[in-house]
Nanobody, 120 residues
Framework: QLQASGGGLVQAGGSLRLSCAAS????????MGWFRQAPGKERDFVAA????????AYRDSVKGRFTISRSNAKNTVYLQMNSLKPEDTAVYYC???????????????WGQGTQVTVSS
Protein backbone atom coordinates (compact mmCIF):
# COMPACT_ATOMS: atom_id res chain seq x y z
CA GLN A 1 0.00 0.00 0.00
CA LEU A 2 1.22 3.48 -0.87
CA GLN A 3 -0.04 6.56 0.94
CA ALA A 4 0.82 9.93 -0.60
CA SER A 5 0.49 13.33 1.02
CA GLY A 6 1.66 16.90 0.64
CA GLY A 7 -0.34 18.08 -2.33
CA GLY A 8 -2.22 21.37 -2.35
CA LEU A 9 -2.69 24.75 -3.95
CA VAL A 10 0.33 26.99 -4.48
CA GLN A 11 1.12 30.07 -6.53
CA ALA A 12 3.49 29.92 -9.46
CA GLY A 13 7.07 30.06 -8.23
CA GLY A 14 6.19 28.39 -4.96
CA SER A 15 7.20 25.05 -3.52
CA LEU A 16 5.59 21.85 -2.30
CA ARG A 17 6.99 18.63 -0.88
CA LEU A 18 5.22 15.38 -1.57
CA SER A 19 5.70 12.31 0.59
CA CYS A 20 4.68 8.73 0.05
CA ALA A 21 4.98 5.93 2.58
CA ALA A 22 4.98 2.30 1.49
CA SER A 23 3.61 -0.44 3.70
CA UNK A 24 2.91 -4.13 3.43
CA UNK A 25 4.82 -6.74 1.50
CA UNK A 26 7.00 -5.33 -1.26
CA UNK A 27 9.87 -7.03 -3.00
CA UNK A 28 13.36 -6.08 -1.85
CA UNK A 29 15.53 -3.29 -3.28
CA UNK A 30 12.60 -1.62 -4.97
CA UNK A 31 12.65 1.55 -7.02
CA MET A 32 10.35 4.37 -5.97
CA GLY A 33 9.06 7.19 -8.08
CA TRP A 34 6.36 9.61 -9.10
CA PHE A 35 4.04 9.95 -12.08
CA ARG A 36 1.52 12.69 -12.76
CA GLN A 37 -1.64 13.09 -14.77
CA ALA A 38 -3.11 16.41 -15.81
CA PRO A 39 -6.78 16.71 -16.82
CA GLY A 40 -7.37 15.27 -20.26
CA LYS A 41 -3.79 14.07 -20.62
CA GLU A 42 -1.95 10.81 -20.27
CA ARG A 43 -0.14 9.79 -17.12
CA ASP A 44 3.51 10.83 -17.38
CA PHE A 45 6.69 9.81 -15.63
CA VAL A 46 8.09 12.53 -13.33
CA ALA A 47 10.99 11.09 -11.36
CA ALA A 48 12.39 7.89 -9.91
CA UNK A 49 15.11 6.83 -7.48
CA UNK A 50 16.98 3.60 -6.95
CA UNK A 51 17.02 1.63 -3.71
CA UNK A 52 20.41 3.01 -2.72
CA UNK A 53 19.49 6.52 -3.76
CA UNK A 54 22.56 6.90 -5.95
CA UNK A 55 20.63 6.76 -9.20
CA UNK A 56 17.81 9.13 -10.11
CA ALA A 57 15.91 10.06 -13.24
CA TYR A 58 13.68 13.02 -14.11
CA ARG A 59 11.51 14.09 -16.98
CA ASP A 60 13.13 16.98 -18.82
CA SER A 61 10.54 19.57 -17.86
CA VAL A 62 11.22 19.20 -14.12
CA LYS A 63 15.00 18.88 -14.13
CA GLY A 64 16.59 21.52 -11.92
CA ARG A 65 13.29 22.22 -10.16
CA PHE A 66 12.26 18.89 -8.63
CA THR A 67 14.34 16.65 -6.38
CA ILE A 68 13.47 13.08 -5.49
CA SER A 69 14.83 11.41 -2.36
CA ARG A 70 13.97 8.48 -0.12
CA SER A 71 14.33 7.08 3.36
CA ASN A 72 14.50 3.31 3.39
CA ALA A 73 14.23 3.31 7.17
CA LYS A 74 10.80 4.90 6.75
CA ASN A 75 9.92 3.21 3.44
CA THR A 76 9.17 6.70 2.19
CA VAL A 77 9.87 8.61 -1.02
CA TYR A 78 9.81 12.38 -1.26
CA LEU A 79 9.45 14.84 -4.12
CA GLN A 80 10.61 18.37 -3.42
CA MET A 81 9.07 20.64 -6.03
CA ASN A 82 10.43 24.16 -6.39
CA SER A 83 9.73 26.97 -8.87
CA LEU A 84 6.37 25.43 -9.61
CA LYS A 85 4.59 26.35 -12.83
CA PRO A 86 0.91 26.17 -13.78
CA GLU A 87 1.79 23.34 -16.17
CA ASP A 88 2.86 21.26 -13.14
CA THR A 89 -0.79 21.09 -12.12
CA ALA A 90 -1.79 17.42 -11.98
CA VAL A 91 -2.61 14.50 -9.77
CA TYR A 92 0.70 13.05 -8.60
CA TYR A 93 0.99 9.31 -8.04
CA CYS A 94 3.76 7.58 -6.15
CA UNK A 95 4.92 4.23 -7.47
CA UNK A 96 7.03 1.27 -6.47
CA UNK A 97 8.80 -0.73 -9.10
CA UNK A 98 11.65 -3.03 -10.03
CA UNK A 99 14.34 -3.15 -12.62
CA UNK A 100 18.03 -3.19 -13.27
CA UNK A 101 18.02 0.55 -13.87
CA UNK A 102 15.85 3.43 -12.77
CA UNK A 103 14.95 4.28 -16.36
CA UNK A 104 12.71 1.65 -17.82
CA UNK A 105 11.63 0.21 -14.48
CA UNK A 106 8.43 -1.80 -14.23
CA UNK A 107 5.99 -0.27 -11.75
CA UNK A 108 3.73 -2.73 -9.97
CA UNK A 109 2.35 -0.65 -7.12
CA TRP A 110 0.55 2.70 -7.42
CA GLY A 111 -0.64 5.10 -4.76
CA GLN A 112 -4.01 6.84 -4.74
CA GLY A 113 -2.71 10.19 -5.96
CA THR A 114 -2.47 13.64 -4.48
CA GLN A 115 -3.62 16.81 -6.22
CA VAL A 116 -1.14 19.58 -6.95
CA THR A 117 -2.58 22.82 -8.28
CA VAL A 118 -0.36 25.73 -9.30
CA SER A 119 -2.09 29.04 -9.89
CA SER A 120 -0.71 31.71 -12.20
Amino acid sequence: QLQASGGGLVQAGGSLRLSCAASGRIYSSYIMGWFRQAPGKERDFVAAISWSGDSTAYRDSVKGRFTISRSNAKNTVYLQMNSLKPEDTAVYYCVVGRGAQVMGATYDYWGQGTQVTVSS
